[in-house]
C-alpha cells in the first residue's frame, strides 16, 4: 500500500504562486496514476489535475488549466503541482491520490478510488 505525503501549502496573496509536493513510499511510485484534488470548507472534493504513470499524458479541470501543471519525478517518487496566478477561490486543502490500472482517461476525474495523503492547505488571500 503506497502512503502519501504532501507538503508547500501555504499562505499567498492572489496572483502568487505555490508548488506543492507529494511524496509516495511503499509502493511502485512509478507504476501510479497520480491526481490531485482539493476540498474548500462546505463545498465537495472537486478534482484538479493528473497525470499517467508515464508522465505522457496530463489532464486539467477547466478552472484551473493555464495557471496550475502537474507534473512528476519517478526518480524521486514525487508529484508536483505547480499553482501561479492564484485565486482566492483556489483556497482549500490540496490532496493527491495514487491509482494504478489500465483506463486512466475513463476515470481520471474518479475520486471514489485509490490511496490519499493527508492534504495540505492553500489559502489565497485577495
Known amino acids: 500500500q503506497v502512503q502519501l505525503v504532501e507538503s508547500g501549502g501555504g499562505l499567498v496573496q492572489a496572483g502568487g504562486s505555490l508548488r506543492l509536493s507529494c511524496a509516495a513510499s511503499?509502493?511502485?511510485?512509478?507504476?501510479?496514476?497520480m491526481r490531485w484534488f482539493r476540498q474548500a470548507p462546505g463545498k465537495e472534493r472537486e478534482f484538479v489535475a493528473a497525470i499517467h504513470w508515464s508522465g505522457g499524458v496530463t489532464y486539467y479541470a477547466d478552472s484551473v488549466k493555464g495557471r496550475f501543471t502537474i507534473s512528476r519525478d519517478n526518480a524521486k517518487n514525487t508529484v508536483y503541482l505547480q499553482m501561479n496566478n492564484l485565486k482566492p477561490e483556489d483556497t482549500a486543502v490540496y490532496s493527491c491520490n495514487a491509482r494504478g490500472g489500465f483506463g486512466f482517461s475513463t476515470w481520471y476525474r474518479n475520486a471514489d478510488f485509490g490511496s490519499w495523503g493527508q492534504g495540505t492547505q492553500v489559502t489565497v488571500s485577495s
Open positions: 511503499g509502493g511502485t511510485f512509478s507504476s501510479y496514476n
